[in-house]
């Protein structure tokens, strides 16, 4: 059990410009969430996938922004024309089936996106 | 909508100390709450969640409560040390999907 894994871990780049990010879940976790944390804030939720599935978007998540789960193992959120409020820390989580249930979310390090 | 929050913002106590922070939500139909620890710059480190028909939680030094019928969970340190200096986060799932909703956190300080 490796953990979440996210790449980059640091993007820095310019209004406009697109930027993509990836997620490698734990290994055999069906559920894969995206959040958002702006400085001082606490995580806010974007979208989630049950395999590869997207079940869940939360209103956060405009028609600039994309998530995909194309073979239900990897994740791949893309931002399109990127803008300054953009900026923030881009957390991805995973849980998996426990019971009848999914349980405890486990997160990765975190992409943090810089747009000048 | 479910609302978060989680007091005090900031603490900052000497080495040894025992302490409590705490956490309210809006909404009791909740599923779970887990509590996070986030060091600077950092991702999310899970310390405990808490089923919803469970009252407590105890890892370690960490004890964390859960008050459904009020809306309020607590996380008790026990003789803190500089190492855990960092935020603390709280996070509720409900009953009717499977996002959390966050505190904006304690930021917490133990001085040697």
């Known amino acids: 059990d490796t953990g979440v894994s996210q790449d980059p871990r640091h993007k820095i780049t310019k209004r406009g410009q697109n930027v993509t990010f990836r997620c490698d879940p734990i290994?055999?976790?069906?559920?894969l969430y995206w959040y958002r944390q702006t400085l001082g804030q606490g995580p806010e939720f974007l979208t989630y996938?049950?395999?590869?599935?997207?079940?869940?978007k939360s209103r956060l998540l405009s028609d600039r922004f994309s998530a995909e789960r194309p073979k239900g193992s990897f994740s791949t959120l893309e931002i399109q024309r990127t803008e300054q409020g953009d900026s923030a820390m881009y957390l991805c989580?995973?849980?998996?089936?426990?019971?009848?249930?999914?349980?405890?979310?486990?997160f990765g390090p975190g992409t943090r996106l810089t747009v000048l | 909508k479910q609302e978060v929050t989680q007091i005090p913002a900031a603490l900052s106590v000497p080495e040894g100390e025992n302490l409590v922070l705490n956490c309210s939500f809006t909404?009791?139909?909740?599923?779970?709450l887990q509590w996070f620890r986030q060091d600077p710059g950092k991702g999310l480190t899970s310390l405990l969640l808490?089923?919803?028909?469970?009252r407590e939680q105890t890892s370690g030094r960490l004890n964390a409560s859960l008050d459904k019928s009020s809306g309020r969970s607590t996380l008790y340190i026990a003789a803190s040390q500089p190492g855990d200096s960092a935020t603390y986060l709280c996070?509720?799932?409900?009953?009717?999907?499977?996002?959390?909703?966050f505190g904006e956190g304690t930021q917490l300080t133990v001085n040697p």
């Open positions: 996938f049950q395999n590869e599935a997207q079940l869940e």
């Open positions: 989580a995973s849980s998996r089936r426990d019971g009848a249930s999914y349980n405890e979310q486990f």
């Open positions: 996070a509720v799932r409900e009953t009717s999907g499977s996002r959390l909703t």
């Open positions: 808490i089923q919803s028909s469970q």
């Open positions: 909404d009791s139909a909740i599923y779970n």
């Open positions: 290994s055999e976790h069906n559920r």
